[in-house]
DNA sequence: ATTTTATTTTGTAAATATTACAATTTGAAA
DNA sequence: TTTCAAATTGTAATATTTACAAAATAAAAT
C-alpha cells in the first residue's frame, strides 16, 4: 500500500477522488511506459481486478489528461496511445511492429507560434518509418520522405 | 475540362488508373486545403456525383497516400484527416472548431534522430490549442462547446 | 472499333474504437 | 454513521474504417 501514495498524493492535488481503479491505471501507465491503447491497459488490468470495466478505464484516461496528468497520442490514426509522461517530448512509431519510442528534443518553435494569436495547449512530435529491429529483418528500403526533408536528415 | 490534366498526369505518373473519382477526390483535396476528412471528402462530392460511394473515397485516399501524392494526419484523434500537400510542414489544431491550419517549418531534429539506425518516413509537427477567432468569441462568452467544424484559414 | 482482362467502383455488412446512459456502488464530507 | 455527489459498471449506441463480392469500367490487346 505504500507503493500507492505517489498516485494518491496527484490524484488529491488534483481534486480528484481517490479510487482504486484510477490507482490501477496510473501505476500501470507509469509503471508501462509503451505508451499503451485502452485496450492493452484494460486487458492487463482485467486479469487481477476481475470486475474492471473498459468503461472506467476510458472515464479515467480521460479524467487524467483533463488534469493534464497524463497525454494523450494519435500518433497512431487507429486509436489513441496513452502517455504518463507529460513534459514535452517527441516519439517514433514503427510501421511495422506499432512501438513508440520517446525522442526528447525540444521543439524551438512552440514559442514562434505564440506570437500568432492562438493559444497553443499542446505540442505534438511525431516520426513515423520502420525501426531498427524490423530494418535488420527485412532490409533498409527506400526513404519515401521528399527531398527538403532528406538535405535536412543527412546531417 | 482542361482542369483535369493536371490530376490525370499525377495518377499516370504513379502507375494509376485514370477514373473519375480519382480526379474529383484529387481536384477536392488540391483546391479544398482544410484538411478535409473522409467523411468531408465524401458528403462534398456527393452532391455533384450522388452515385458516389464512401468506400471508393476511403479505397482512393489510401491509394493516393500510399503513392505519396497526399499526406495523413493523424492530429484529430477521433478521425483522420487529408492533406494534399506532402512537403514536410507542421499544423495547429483548434480543438473548440476543429479548424487546422498549416504552419511552414522545417524540423531540425530530423537528422538527429535518423542516426539512431530508424528509417524516418514521414515526420508530424502538431500543435493544439485554441485559435484566435475562439478565443475572441470565448471572450465574449459567445462559443458553444459544440461547434460544427468551420472553415480553415491557411497560413 | 471490339474484345478482353485486370482493376476499380459500389453497396452492404462487419470490425474496431469510443461514447452515452442509467443503475449500482463507493469515497469522503458532514 | 449518515449522506450525497461522484465513480464504476454493463449494456447499448455511435462513429470511423475495413472486408467482401458483384457490377462496372479503364486501358491494353486484338
Not at 517514433?92 to 511492429?97: E, L, Q
Not at 505540442?123 to 526513404?143: A, I, P, Q, S, T
Request: proline share 4%; net charge negative; hydrophobic share 30%.
Amino acid at each position: 500500500m505504500e507503493k500507492y501514495e505517489k498516485y494518491i498524493e496527484i490524484l488529491k492535488k488534483n481534486g480528484m477522488k481517490v479510487t482504486p481503479q484510477r490507482i490501477d491505471i496510473m501505476k500501470y501507465l507509469d509503471e508501462h511506459r509503451i505508451h499503451p491503447s485502452a485496450e492493452k491497459i484494460y486487458s492487463d488490468l482485467k486479469e487481477d481486478n476481475p470486475s474492471l470495466s473498459k468503461t472506467t478505464v476510458y472515464n479515467t484516461l480521460e479524467a487524467l489528461s483533463e488534469h493534464h496528468i497524463i497525454q494523450i497520442l494519435t500518433i497512431s490514426g487507429s486509436e489513441l496511445r496513452y502517455d504518463f509522461k507529460t513534459t514535452p517530448h517527441h516519439h517514433f512509431m514503427c510501421k511495422k511492429c506499432g512501438a513508440i519510442i520517446d525522442i526528447d528534443v525540444d521543439c524551438p518553435y512552440l514559442g514562434k507560434f505564440m506570437g500568432m494569436g492562438h493559444r497553443i495547449d499542446e505540442m505534438h512530435g511525431y516520426f513515423k518509418g520502420v525501426c531498427k529491429d524490423c530494418l535488420e529483418k527485412e532490409g533498409r528500403g527506400e526513404n519515401p520522405l521528399k527531398t527538403e526533408m532528406n538535405i535536412v536528415s543527412e546531417v
